[in-house]
């Protein structure tokens, strides 16, 4: 098992930065891949950021070059610096984390953090 626990959310004026952090704890040995999704209201969870272990990383195209991710070598932490934040970047964020188990794969999800945009 692994717990996630997000924090850095909070109000921001549009144009502001957030940083959001995920500390993971438990089996972290089992991690090879981090990453953030958001919900918005009315809609459906979306993905923002992915990390893997050797650190490649994937984004969502509404957030290339705004927001960026990254993590602590020993995979126990995960970051999403938010940039020229947007009104409608205002979700929860949720950290996300996939391990491997052999045979099992398994998906571990944060208690989620909220992120408002407004002026």
């Known amino acids: 098992q692994v717990q996630l626990v997000e924090s850095g959310g909070g109000l921001v004026q549009p144009g502001g930065s957030l940083r959001l952090s995920c500390a993971a704890s438990g089996s972290i040995f089992s991690i090879y891949a981090l990453g953030w999704y958001r919900q918005a209201p009315g809609k459906q969870r979306e993905l923002v950021a992915t990390?893997?272990?050797?650190?490649?990383?994937n984004y969502a195209d509404s957030v290339k070059g705004r927001f960026t991710i990254s993590k602590t070598s020993a995979k126990n932490m995960v970051y999403l610096q938010m940039n020229s934040l947007k009104p409608e970047d205002t979700a929860v964020y949720y950290c996300y984390a996939a391990g491997e188990i052999w045979p099992n794969n398994y998906d571990y999800w944060g208690q989620g953090t909220q992120v408002t945009v407004s002026s």
């Open positions: 990390i893997t272990e050797s650190g490649d990383t």
